[in-house]
């Protein structure tokens, strides 16, 4: 299939008059010894070299596509075409918007380019709404191809730039680390209002991923003392990064939460939280592709037979190591909560409720080691 006929036009050098190109039509004649003929002139050099740097970009995009005819080259045939046409920033977010709709709806796709262009670029929608005139380089506007491409494949936009926000924090993150989500915001203050009247309160989170549990809490109660733990040592990497980027500190060890054994110097937690694997893997399937192709498996799913053992195993351990009126804190599947909420009370936990998230959901179970 032959590809579509791409026109290349000035834009460069983040020149204004790069969006003028004839403005200098008409100025002076050509009499190079004039005032007009020197700014004609002038204006046509820069015309060349914004040409030439056209033709560049050109050239370094088509060397990441693929061979023509290839879904990679008709991306980049697709996204040559449009920056032959401009090379500001607003226009550019809108286009890459526009491509994304294959994948997710127009209200998605749009958050999700504003996502990447503030990650990339540091762009907000503010900022280029008080300036429409914020331009991308030749080199960001490479990596915005390659980003593009990544997308159109499903790759969720936080591996893309490896970035997560979470709590107003940034946190890194990368293929075989879980992409903290907004609902998990609503466990945070679920635990700042446990440990609201604490002077000094241990806190331990199991399954803590990137971290983003563990350093929001402590983020919010400087004093308090934070333990989190996870099964490999690669992703405990990624959380002690997090956490010395947002500037805490937090005691990290490995540990796997089904089948380890806990320090017998663990004890006397006020708060225990957690946000485990829950989802049954006979609803992979149902899954977007961002989800199911991308993160990972293990910490998503549970086996369909036992959707509740990492909760039974977090009841076990908190009995162990919970102060007297300390707090049990998790995460759940809205179509289990009922079932963890079971489990807590059989485990001998008082206090216990099921609450919602924002849609309404059943989402979170709380409940409170007893005092005698």
Known sequence: MRAPETVVVPFANDNPIMNHHTSYQGIGGNQPGTP?????????????RSHA???????????????RGSPRFEIFATFAAMIGKTNLAKDLLK?????????????EAAAVARILFEDRFGFTRTSMALDPYLRI?????VRLHKDLRKLKSGMPVQYVTGNARFCGLSFRVEPGILIPRQETEELVKLCAEALCDLNEPMVIDFCTGSGAIAVAIKKSFPASHVFATDYQAGILEIASYNALKNNVV???????LLTGEL???LSHFDLVVSNPPYIPESFKADLAVQVKDFEPSAALFVPDGDPVCFYRRLAEYSMEILRPGGVLLVETDHRYNASVAGLFSAAGFGSVASLTDLSGKERFVTAMKNLN
Do not use: C
Not at 39 to 47: F, I, P, Q, R
Not at 56 to 67: A, I, P
């Open 263 to 265: 320090p017998a110097s």
């Open 36 to 48: 007009g003929g020197q700014l004609k002139a002038s204006v046509h050099e820069d015309l060349i």
């Open 95 to 107: 286009e890459v918007a526009l491509q994304l709709t294959d994948h997710y709806t127009e209200e």
């Open 53 to 67: 740097a056209n033709l560049r970009l050109f050239r370094q995009l088509e060397k990441v596509s693929g061979d």
């Open 250 to 256: 937090i005691d990290y060890f490995q540990h796997d």
């Open 137 to 141: 380089s030749e080199s960001g506007i």
